[in-house]
């Protein structure tokens, strides 16, 4: 695989590729740094064979340097969450037997006496580029290109490994399936050690010739302005993001509301992703914008696999069908394919998308593959050809007195409640049930919800048998990056 087909920048040197704050970057300049940046890892090798090299940066040309510099150099990439605790970095970059780290600034500042503790070589970008460009090596689709680490929601979190091979397919079908173009415009503010910001958005957009405006975090000001101005015709974000930004709508006058809302309108595509949509969200956000959401599904492991078609209908509450080049079948507990309509069953994927291995880990990767499928763990079940994910094995299906009940569903319900601002079920040892449903409820300021109430309201809207047996009031739900609750911290609080 040559320089210019794996995870690549477009050649149209003046065109740009890049927007960070007041700043603007062409893929001719984008490009150079990266070549400059490249050479400087080797330091006159040859080639980096596969050596890792962690990063600690937000969005940011730099950051995009880095990552495209690692690869161009025969590195595995290892972008790192700036938001993490230093026990979770040891953890990181131990596992993976990082050798250098590259931060800058403040970022650099925060991770100097680990660093030194783990005798790992700490450099700025800026210490790293070269002069000039040196010959770079040939990259083959085989090589080991990216570790990414899983959020640890419910074990601790592994290396994802993914070839040259297995981005290029993760990118390409998306390109396909979203019909990107150089004509393009997007905000990436999600995090960028995380699939989505990194494949779905940063990727794609660069590939396909497109522009990507960079913000190291969700500035809502300054992107709804962007919004207002048109900047944008593709926005990607996660369900909380989209409620974020209707709870912004509170706190402004109707007619910028209305404004924010004009901008969204003609865009060609609203995805969301990263976590299930609530069918109320679905709904609240096509009145407001117009916009019929494309709501996807995918994992750290497969990148995307599933998604609503982008000509067709987008159903609320489904994640779609098999991508481009993407193989997906339901399995039952005895591992037989379910070819029943509304049968439950895991989601296995096959595909050039499918991670390589978890990283220094036989074992764990051994067991995530049975017969060339990869478990996801996760639970659905096929609706008129649409997958609806009904959660995670382990965790969102609970099983009650012979029934197998899906925490999703429950919770899309429950946050149909006026007074209900967000909610998580879980399941709860329960001597007659086995497992019965627990309710933890974040309220909508100045209101309040008993149990028995609660328990009226939902007769009717849901089985008996579904409807929670427990609620507990809480704050605010425990969430990681991506927004993801984390089930194991409400586990805790029992």
Same mark, same amino acid.
């Given at each position: 695989?040559?320089?210019?087909?794996?995870?690549?920048?477009?050649?149209?040197?003046?065109?740009? #590729?890049?927007?960070?704050?007041?700043?603007?970057?062409?893929?001719?300049? =984008?490009?150079?740094?990266?070549?400059?940046?490249?050479?400087?890892?080797?330091?006159?090798?040859?080639?980096?064979?596969?050596?890792?090299?962690?990063?600690?940066?937000?969005?940011?040309?730099?950051?995009?340097?880095?990552?495209?510099?690692?690869?161009?150099?025969?590195?595995?990439?290892?972008?790192?969450?700036?938001?993490?605790?230093?026990?979770?970095?040891?953890?990181?970059?131990?596992?993976?037997? !990082?050798?250098?780290?590259?931060?800058?600034?403040?970022?650099?500042?925060?991770?100097?006496?680990?660093?030194?503790?783990?005798?790992?070589?700490? =450099?700025?970008?800026?210490?790293?580029?070269?002069?000039? =460009?040196?010959?770079?090596?040939?990259?083959?689709?085989?090589?080991?290109?990216?570790?990414?680490?899983?959020?640890?929601?419910?074990?601790?979190?592994?290396?994802?490994?993914?070839?040259?091979?297995?981005?290029?397919?993760?990118?390409?079908?998306?390109?396909?399936?979203? #019909?990107?173009?150089?004509?393009?415009?997007?905000?990436?503010?999600? $995090?960028?050690?995380?699939?989505?910001?990194?494949?779905?958005?940063?990727?794609?957009?660069?590939?396909?010739?497109?522009?990507?405006?960079?913000?190291?975090?969700?500035?809502?000001?300054?992107?709804?302005?962007?919004? !207002?101005?048109?900047?944008?015709?593709?926005?990607?974000?996660? $369900?909380?993001?989209?409620?974020?930004?209707?709870?912004?709508?509170?706190?402004?006058?109707?007619?910028?509301?209305?404004?924010?809302?004009?901008?969204?309108?003609?865009?060609?595509?609203?995805?969301?992703?990263?976590?299930?949509? $609530?069918?109320?969200?679905?709904?609240?956000?096509?009145?407001?914008?117009?916009?019929?959401?494309?709501?996807?599904?995918?994992?750290?492991?497969?990148?995307?696999?599933?998604?609503?078609?982008?000509?067709?209908?987008?159903?609320?509450?489904?994640?779609?069908?098999?991508?481009?080049?993407?193989?997906?079948?339901?399995?039952?507990?005895?591992?037989?394919?379910? %070819?029943?309509?509304?049968?439950?069953?895991?989601?296995?994927?096959?595909?050039?998308? =499918?991670?390589?291995?978890?990283?220094?880990?036989?074992?764990?990767?051994?067991?995530?593959?049975?017969?060339?499928?990869?478990?996801?763990?996760?639970?659905?079940?096929?609706?008129?050809?649409?997958?609806?994910?009904?959660?995670?094995?382990?965790?969102?299906?609970?099983?009650?007195?012979?029934?197998?009940?899906?925490?999703?569903?429950?919770?899309? !319900?429950?946050?149909?409640?006026?007074?209900?601002?967000?909610?998580?079920?879980?399941? !709860?040892?329960?001597?007659?049930?086995?497992?019965?449903?627990?309710?933890?409820?974040?309220?909508?300021?100045?209101?309040?919800?008993?149990?028995?109430?609660?328990?009226?309201?939902?007769?009717?809207?849901?089985?008996?048998?579904?409807?929670?047996?427990?609620?507990?009031?809480?704050?605010?739900?425990?969430?990681?990056?991506?927004?993801?609750?984390?089930? %194991?911290?409400?586990?805790?609080?029992?």
């Amino acid at each position: 695989m040559t320089q210019d087909s794996f995870p690549k920048l477009t050649n149209d040197n003046d065109r740009v #590729a890049l927007v960070e704050g007041d700043k603007s970057y062409t893929y001719g300049e =984008v490009n150079r740094r990266i070549d400059r940046l490249a050479t400087g890892l080797l330091d006159g090798k040859d080639d980096l064979k596969e050596e890792r090299i962690a990063f600690f940066m937000p969005a940011s040309l730099d950051y995009v340097a880095t990552m495209h510099g690692i690869w161009r150099a025969g590195g595995i990439a290892i972008p790192l969450n700036v938001a993490s605790a230093v026990a979770e970095l040891d953890h990181y970059l131990t596992s993976a037997g !990082v050798t250098r780290m590259i931060a800058n600034g403040k970022y650099q500042e925060s991770l100097r006496d680990l660093c030194s503790e783990l005798h790992i070589e700490l =450099v700025s970008s800026d210490d790293v580029l070269a002069d000039e =460009v040196a010959a770079l090596p040939e990259i083959i689709p085989e090589r080991r290109g990216m570790m990414l680490f899983t959020s640890g929601t419910t074990n601790k979190p592994k290396g994802v490994v993914s070839t040259h091979k297995t981005i290029h397919a993760q990118i390409t079908t998306l390109i396909e399936a979203w #019909a990107w173009t150089e004509d393009d415009v997007i905000p990436l503010f999600l $995090p960028v050690h995380h699939i989505h910001g990194i494949i779905n958005i940063l990727s794609c957009g660069l590939w396909a010739g497109a522009t990507v405006h960079l913000f190291a975090k969700f500035d809502i000001p300054k992107i709804t302005a962007e919004i !207002v101005a048109g900047s944008y015709n593709v926005f990607m974000a996660v $369900p909380t993001i989209y409620v974020k930004l209707i709870q912004y709508f509170d706190t402004i006058d109707a007619d910028e509301v209305q404004k924010i809302c004009d901008g969204f309108r003609p865009m060609r595509l609203n995805i969301s992703g990263s976590a299930a949509c $609530p069918v109320k969200l679905f709904e609240q956000w096509q009145q407001l914008t117009g916009q019929v959401l494309l709501e996807r599904y995918g994992m750290t492991e497969i990148g995307m696999g599933l998604s609503n078609p982008y000509d067709g209908e987008r159903r609320a509450g489904h994640v779609g069908q098999p991508l481009p080049g993407v193989e997906a079948q339901l399995f039952d507990e005895d591992h037989n394919p379910v %070819t029943e309509e509304g049968v439950a069953g895991e989601i296995r994927i096959k595909g050039d998308n =499918v991670f390589l291995e978890y990283w220094d880990n036989e074992k764990a990767t051994i067991e995530s593959f049975r017969d060339g499928w990869f478990c996801t763990g996760d639970v659905a079940v096929i609706e008129d050809g649409y997958y609806r994910i009904m959660g995670r094995s382990s965790i969102d299906i609970i099983k009650s007195g012979g029934y197998k009940l899906s925490a999703l569903e429950i919770e899309g !319900v429950l946050l149909a409640h006026d007074d209900i601002a967000e909610v998580a079920v879980i399941g !709860v040892e329960d001597e007659t049930w086995g497992e019965s449903v627990m309710a933890f409820i974040g309220l909508r300021d100045g209101t309040r919800l008993e149990y028995d109430d609660l328990k009226r309201w939902c007769d009717g809207k849901m089985s008996a048998y579904k409807i929670p047996k427990a609620i507990k009031i809480i704050d605010a739900l425990p969430r990681n990056a991506m927004g993801k609750v984390t089930k %194991t911290e409400l586990k805790k609080l029992l």
